[in-house]
């Protein structure tokens, strides 16, 4: 199993990830959004930075923290979604320099 964390700045923007992946049944620990991933597929992790970016673009949120598999990075913004940005987020790469460390 895998826990993906999103980490929101307001109790708001929590509530609309809550409610955007509400498909993963997600828990909620303050502003933090809990999914755990059964499997550990890349298109599980995927499907769930896909629902995250939705929320952000619909709701102009600028960013969130996202932590997986012990590391954190900041999700930002942005005006289209880029599968090949986030599979390379998934995999650990060196070459996801979109995605920022923290």
Known sequence: MRLLQVR????????????EL???????SRRAV?????ERSESAVLGVLAAVETCLSANEIASVHVELDGRSYLLAMSESFDPLQA???VQGSPAARRWTSS
């Open 87 to 89: 599979r390379r987020f």
């Open 22 to 28: 509400a498909l993963y049944s997600p828990t909620r």
């Open 34 to 38: 809990l999914v755990e991933l059964e």
């Open 8 to 19: 929101a700045r307001t109790d708001e923007e929590a509530e609309c990830l809550m409610r």
